[in-house]
């Protein structure tokens, strides 16, 4: 059972345009957002997040859009650049658990062609 | 400090042998968690520890996987009788407890049963 979706694997993208990744869940309990972004051989490093309270966070040239009611979420990169390429997860925590046992979605393959 | 650091990175073993991999978190952070990726999928999570305290494990991590984080610093996750459908990306990651919990990774230890 997936609970964290994302439905395209991969994206392309021209530089300067934005990129729109995309990510649905199922669990309503899930409350609090974190986007990733993975390098090949390297670990995942921390983007941005979202509270269940809010619908939108903003931080240099990412933002995360939050829908609660359709259970989505989604970044928005602007202007993309090509070292944005990479894989990007998005992952789900039901904050209220305490543990902030983060489920990750499969990830999409941002291309920002130069 | 310089971050989460997982030892080995790369780990190539026969089929039927015992590995141990061996996670640093960043030192002020009090949970540690193990997840494992497999090509194609997000990380997917295996355990985690509150300082020593290992608080959850998954039903992924079967009775061959055993984790441990003596005196709440670094932790071992140690595979059993290797099968060949252990062949993962096995990620480390640590954080500080609190809201907005996010997590720091290592890059990860890629274990190859052959």
């Known amino acids: 059972d997936q609970q964290v979706k994302q439905n395209s694997p991969s994206l392309s993208v021209q530089e300067g345009r934005i990129s729109i990744l995309n990510c649905d869940y199922t669990?309503?309990?899930?409350?609090?957002f974190l986007w990733y972004k993975k390098y090949p051989a390297e670990g995942p490093t921390f983007l941005i997040s979202?509270?269940?309270?809010?619908d939108k966070n903003e931080d240099g040239r990412f933002t995360v859009f939050l829908n609660k009611s359709a259970k989505h979420l989604s970044l928005h990169i602007v202007p993309s650049q090509p070292g944005d390429s990479a894989v990007y997860f998005c992952?789900?925590?039901?904050?209220?658990?305490?543990?902030?046992?983060?489920?990750f979605g499969t990830g999409t393959r941002l291309k920002v062609l130069a | 400090d310089t971050g989460v650091s997982q030892d080995p990175r790369h780990k190539i073993t026969k089929r039927g042998q015992n590995v141990t991999f061996r996670c640093d978190p960043i030192?002020?952070?009090?949970?540690l968690y193990w997840y494992r990726q497999t090509l194609g999928q997000g990380p997917e999570f295996l355990t985690y520890?509150?300082?020593?305290?290992?608080?959850?494990k998954s039903r992924l991590l079967s009775d061959r996987f055993s984790a441990e984080r003596p005196k709440g610093s670094f932790s071992t996750l140690e595979i059993q009788r290797t099968e060949q459908g252990d062949s993962a990306m096995y990620l480390c990651?640590?954080?500080?407890?609190?809201?907005?919990?996010?997590?720091?990774f290592g890059s990860g230890t890629r274990l190859t049963v052959v």
């Open positions: 520890f509150q300082n020593e305290a290992q608080l959850e």
């Open positions: 992952a789900a925590s039901p904050s209220t658990s305490g543990t902030y046992k983060y489920i």
């Open positions: 030192s002020e952070h009090n949970r």
């Open positions: 990651a640590s954080s500080l407890a609190g809201p907005g919990e996010t997590y720091t």
């Open positions: 979202i509270s269940s309270i809010k």
């Open positions: 669990n309503s309990m899930f409350d609090y």
